[in-house]
């Protein structure tokens, strides 16, 4: 093992994985003991606020696009609903009833 990195036991014997503050989560770069960790939701780890503001970036665009799709299948829906309910209105017939 080496003395830089921590390790912590998984619970198996020989099964040792690094500490998830070893590496930044985007670049892979190793996290020194003496230098800024930047995180980010949480517990994710960046070496840089470059890294990080990169992160958020990429995070924000795939939001905006998951709800982009979700909006357009919700108006897609909206608009079937609607068709459904003028064809029910057609089908209704209207006028006058005498009853003797």
């Not at 780890?45 to 503001?53: D, V």
């Not at 924000?60 to 209105?89: G, I, P, T, V």
Request: aromatic share 8%.
């Amino acid at each position: 093992m080496s003395s830089a990195a921590a390790y912590y036991y998984t619970g198996c014997e020989h099964d040792y994985e690094p500490h998830f503050l070893d590496s930044c989560s985007l670049c892979g770069r190793s996290l020194c003991q003496n230098n800024d960790i930047f995180m980010y939701r949480g517990n994710t780890p960046f070496c840089s606020q470059e890294c990080r503001q990169e992160q958020i970036e990429m995070d924000e665009a795939m939001e905006k696009k998951k709800w982009r799709r979700s909006s357009s299948s919700k108006r897609s829906s909206d608009a079937r609903q609607s068709s459904d309910e003028s064809d029910m209105n057609k089908a209704v017939r209207t006028g006058t009833v005498a009853v003797a």
